[in-house]
């Protein structure tokens, strides 16, 4: 599934080249691709399922966050994202990349993945695609894509 997500990142949902593409010939040029249905069809949930993050009452992701909250991993985050990849993710919390509320989508993002295990590579995406998809964090992504792309830049400011 992550592949479809990296392969729709990078050919639409970035460059704004599909956002009015319809699913049904979304899939078929997926399927051409070489990509699997199920796993077409699970990215394609998983889309949906980060918007949907951003108006659900029953995870209001988008409201305030107190700086004094602290994050604590569970044994199954921990197992999943190395302290190399928690230490990141209090890294751009700390710089300003995330806040408090974009790491818990992003939380929820990577447990949708269904892997057992997360690589730095892949959690940086994972971030990307999440920023992205927030209203206003355009100098986010920016910043988070200087990150990926190991560009150096002003991520204080």
Same mark, same amino acid.
């Given at each position: ?13 970035? $460059? ?7 699913? $049904? ?7 051409r691709a070489g990509f699997n ?18 108006? &659900?009452?029953? &995870? ?5 966050? &107190? ?87 002003d991520l204080l400011h």
């Amino acid at each position: 599934m992550f592949e479809v997500l990296m392969y729709l990142f990078e050919n639409y949902i970035h $460059n704004d080249a599909g956002l009015f593409i319809e699913p $049904n010939e979304l899939t078929d040029e997926l399927l051409r691709a070489g990509f699997n249905q199920a796993e077409i069809f699970k990215a394609l949930d998983w889309l949906e399922q980060l918007a949907e993050l951003q108006h &659900s009452d029953t &995870s209001p992701y988008l409201i305030t966050d &107190s700086p004094q909250t602290i994050r604590v991993f569970t044994d199954h985050e921990c197992k999943m994202l190395d302290v190399q990849c928690r230490n990141f993710l209090m890294f751009v919390e700390r710089i300003g990349v995330t806040n408090g509320v974009t790491r818990e989508m992003v939380m929820d993002r990577l447990a949708a993945l269904d892997k057992p295990f997360i690589g730095l590579d892949d959690l940086k995406w994972v971030v990307l695609m999440v920023l992205f998809n927030v209203p206003g964090a355009e100098v986010a992504c920016e910043q988070m894509e200087d990150l990926i792309f190991d560009q150096p830049g002003d991520l204080l400011h």
